[in-house]
């Protein structure tokens, strides 16, 4: 396991940092005053709190090379380990190493710096005193750091819960504690909708990002949340933070595009893939032959977004389309189609296999539907088929009582 990848790497170079591991966050503050110094820090603590005190400490050192595993497992581990071996280039200024998600393939590394992953942090402790933020997202995770910035920088409070606890204790644990800004994936906002803790907020700031926001999800946190700032953000582990929508719209304005948002440039390429380019490209994949830009400095997000009007809205992650038949179907676009019916409360579709078409589209529906849940199927199967096309309307509809989320706070696609 992890004791034993690490145990490839030079003796006495490395401090580990992990409740099962050689050292803990005491041993990063002696590190900072000058004793046990290393030259490369693995920070992967569960505890939010031991990973938020180790992080700060490291930070302090120049030449430090700091890693924030997403898991403490193979072949996470085995990857950090061949990249310590091969990548002695690094080893000029702190580099934070993150992996990305893997919803729909495998995790890869991607090496950032303090700069890009700050750019648009605000630094206003007058205004930021305002918000107690909240942490859902795993600390070691993109997300998780930019709510850790923002709010260190910002001059926020920030409130750690335990992921060790059912969302439904941690939502209680932030509202006890007066948290009044949270950041979330669309999944888990439905999700906190649906909870008890959701009436005991009252939230000046709410943030979403790491899937598609569609209209529905957007109209009931204002109606719920009347008094919050809805922003969605258009971010990734490579690209960075990209913009910020603040309009209570899905998509973004086509805009966007002509007139950039502050420090990133946008525009489609001929297969309706979004790319972005910013000033900022300190980041970069860690132990792949690929490289995230093209030979002009442009990443291709793996997004398809589509015009309607003068937005552009998203469409899904190519890679994660449903093949019914030789035709591509965005699991989203169902999603979406799927949420607007009454009574849905989360909605996650995936492929199912068919001897006929190779794959059909299935979905599982968290609903209020009390004893007429047969009639109520068909009407919402009616509902889909008068909205998509036919070969994107599910084949297959089962009512569950909870969809499952990745680590993430994303759906786990199958």
């Known amino acids: 396991m992890m004791d034993e990848a690490l145990a490839r ?4 170079r490395e401090l580990w940092i992990a409740e099962r591991g050689v050292a803990t966050a005491g041993d990063a503050v002696r590190m900072r005053q000058g004793r046990g110094a290393a030259e490369r820090v693995i920070i992967g603590s569960h505890d939010p709190l031991e990973c938020a005190k180790a992080m700060a400490c490291a930070e302090a050192r120049a030449r430090m090379v700091l890693i924030v595993p997403s898991a403490l497992e193979e072949p996470v581990a085995r990857r950090f380990t061949e990249v310590f071996e091969s990548e002695p280039s690094w080893f000029g200024e702190t580099r934070w190493v993150i992996a990305t998600s893997g919803t729909t393939g495998t995790p890869k590394l991607v090496s950032h710096t303090l700069r890009s992953l700050t ?6 402790p007058q205004a930021g005193a305002r918000f107690r933020w909240g942490l859902l997202y795993d600390l070691a995770r993109f997300a998780g750091l930019q709510v850790f910035f923002n709010s260190l920088l910002s001059g926020s409070s920030l409130i750690l819960s335990d992921p060790t606890q059912p969302l439904e204790r941690r939502l209680e644990w ?3 504690n007066h948290c009044n800004a949270l950041s979330a994936t669309p999944t888990m906002w439905r999700k906190i909708l649906m909870s008890t803790a959701a009436e005991k907020f009252a939230f000046r700031q709410i943030t979403l990002g790491g899937e598609i926001s569609d209209q529905p999800i957007l109209d009931a946190l204002r109606r719920k949340y009347p008094q919050a700032r809805i922003s969605q953000i258009y971010a990734s582990t490579e690209a960075g ?10 998509g973004f304005p086509k805009s966007f595009v002509e007139h950039p948002p502050a420090g990133v440039e946008l525009r489609l390429n001929t297969e309706g893939f979004l790319l972005v380019r910013t000033e900022n490209r300190d980041q970069g994949y860690l132990g792949a032959r690929e490289s995230l830009f093209d030979e002009k400095g442009w990443i291709n ?9 003068d937005r552009f809205v998203f469409l899904g992650r190519a890679n994660g389309a449903i093949n019914v038949g030789g035709n591509k179907v965005q699991p989203e676009e169902v999603e979406r189609v799927i949420g607007s019916f009454p009574g849905v409360r989360i909605a996650a579709v995936y492929a199912k296999k068919s001897a006929i078409t190779g794959q059909v589209v299935a979905a599982d529906v968290v609903a209020d539907v009390g004893n007429e849940a047969s009639d109520w199927k068909r009407e919402l199967a009616a509902h889909c088929a008068l909205h998509l096309a036919g070969h994107k309307v599910p084949a297959l509809i089962r009512i569950v009582d909870d969809i499952p989320v990745t680590q993430a706070g994303k759906l786990a696609r199958r």
């Open 241 to 250: 933070v990209g913009f910020a929508v603040n309009d209570g719209r899905a």
């Open 174 to 176: 932030l509202a006890r």
């Open 119 to 124: 750019r648009t942090s605000k630094k206003d």
């Open 301 to 309: 997000t793996g997004d398809l977004v589509a015009g309607e009007s």
């Open 9 to 12: 790497l030079e003796p006495g």
